[in-house]
């Protein structure tokens, strides 16, 4: 039988896991043998386990949610309200019943003896090590409300830059995947039609005619097998780029994009400024600080560039160093830093650097679609042209010759 246990080391920290044993008696005994004080042994509860993995799946804790979580949190706390108390408030309001799953849970172990930040900690997949690394430091220096506040500011400003980018491509994304609908129809069910007319003219027609008559032929027949190739190709690309090589391939394409590319550069180098600067300034030694933003960064580029800043750290190196090597960190980035490591303030000048970024982000998604609108116009134009010419406009020479 299975037993999920807490239980405390012999440090006094509080530790969890699951037991093998025949009975609850004998897996309180394996635990004392490993030098452990069981706090609670308790049967493994499976039903329990596949609710929340199936509200896990349909009600995933969103960026919005967590927002509104430490926001409140933030409030609560700075109103001396008790840290347990606090989260029993909001579970009690709160409409995902996943995120209510896990902060019962939460409350659960903040009882048994768990800090904030371990409770935290065993729900990975919703809260990031930047929270719970800094709720971890707000507990060591004492500051646990200011950490929350700090927690509860830069989820709000990564929900806001996701917002932003969202927003921005929306548009542009709308209007290619509608543009792939119609032009599907039209060629596969629309074209073969327009095309038997000229085919019962029997008049000698264009070789682009004749190549979009034999297209349309094709896709009259064959309509359903282009359907399933392109279904299957673009799963095999999402595969792909889900895996560790095609993601880190993906990455590095995303910034020689036009356009996009340096929208994307700009999100990663706020988030990384920002990041980098809220650790720091909230007392994570600066190598932790490093490890942590490349985790949170969301490039595998600039993680690979912040892994290389700590190994040079540890060895007595500047960061400025590694930055001044890589062609993705622009020179004003690079400048700043070494100014903030001249000077002691690291965290201070990031911060001023995030904020940069941050408004270079919000000037050029509010420009995005101003700027891809002509490119979308011309796209389009150009497939209604090939139509016309290669079509329509043979139609109406033949009919004009009766």
């Known amino acids: 039988m299975r037993f999920v246990f807490k239980a405390k080391n012999a440090e006094g920290k509080m530790k969890e896991g699951i037991v093998d044993a025949m009975t609850q008696e004998m897996a309180v005994q394996v635990l004392q043998k490993s030098g452990m004080t069981p706090v609670s042994v308790e049967k493994e509860d499976t039903s329990n386990k596949l609710v929340k993995n199936f509200r896990k799946v349909w009600e995933k804790v969103t960026q919005k949610?967590?927002?509104v979580?430490?926001?409140q949190l933030a409030t609560l706390m700075e109103a001396k309200v008790p840290l347990v108390t606090s989260l029993g408030a909001i579970e009690a309001q709160t409409e995902n019943k996943y995120l209510r799953i896990i902060l019962k849970e939460m409350i659960a172990d903040i009882n048994d003896g768990m800090t904030f930040s371990e409770a935290l900690g065993r729900h990975q997949d919703t809260f990031s090590s930047l929270t719970v690394n800094m709720i971890k430091a707000g507990e060591i220096s004492g500051s646990l409300r200011q950490a929350i506040t700090y927690v509860a500011n830069g989820v709000e400003k990564s929900y806001q830059l996701n917002a932003k980018i969202k927003s921005a491509l929306f548009y542009p994304a709308f209007v290619l995947a509608v543009a792939l609908i119609i032009g599907f129809l039209v060629i596969a069910f629309i074209l073969p039609k327009l095309t038997s007319l000229i085919r019962d003219m029997h008049v000698e027609t264009p070789w682009y005619t004749k190549a979009m008559m034999s297209l349309g032929d094709f896709m009259s027949v064959y309509?359903?097998?282009?359907?399933?190739?392109?279904?299957?190709f673009v799963g095999s690309v999402v595969y792909y780029v889900n895996s560790d090589a095609g993601k880190k391939?993906?990455?590095q394409f995303q910034l020689r994009i036009p356009v996009f590319g340096n929208v994307l550069r700009y999100v990663y180098l706020a988030r990384l400024a920002d990041t980098f600067s809220t650790l720091l300034i909230g007392g994570i030694p600066?190598?932790?600080?490093l490890l942590i933003t490349g985790d949170v960064v969301g490039n595998t580029v600039f993680k690979s560039v912040l892994l290389r800043s700590a190994d040079e750290v540890k060895s007595g190196g500047a960061i400025s160093t590694v930055f001044a090597r890589?062609?993705?960190?622009?020179?004003?980035v690079t400048q700043m830093v070494r100014i903030g490591e001249e000077t002691g303030n690291l965290g201070q000048v990031l911060e001023g650097t995030a904020k940069f970024y941050d408004q270079e982000v919000d000037y050029i998604t509010k420009n995005l679609t101003a700027l891809l609108e002509p490119i979308l116009i011309v796209g389009l134009g150009i497939g209604v042209a090939i139509l016309v010419f290669s079509i329509i406009l043979p139609i109406y020479n033949i009919a004009g010759q009766i």
Not at 223 to 232: S, T
Not at 286 to 289: E, P, W, Y
Not at 326 to 332: A, E, H, K, Q, R
Request: charged residues 20%; aromatic residues 16%.
């Open 326 to 332: 890589s062609n993705d960190i622009p020179p004003v």
């Open 223 to 232: 309509w359903w097998a282009v359907a399933m190739l392109f279904i299957a």
């Open 69 to 71: 979580l430490f926001r």
């Open 286 to 289: 600066m190598v932790r600080a």
């Open 249 to 251: 391939e993906w990455e």
């Open 65 to 67: 949610e967590l927002v």
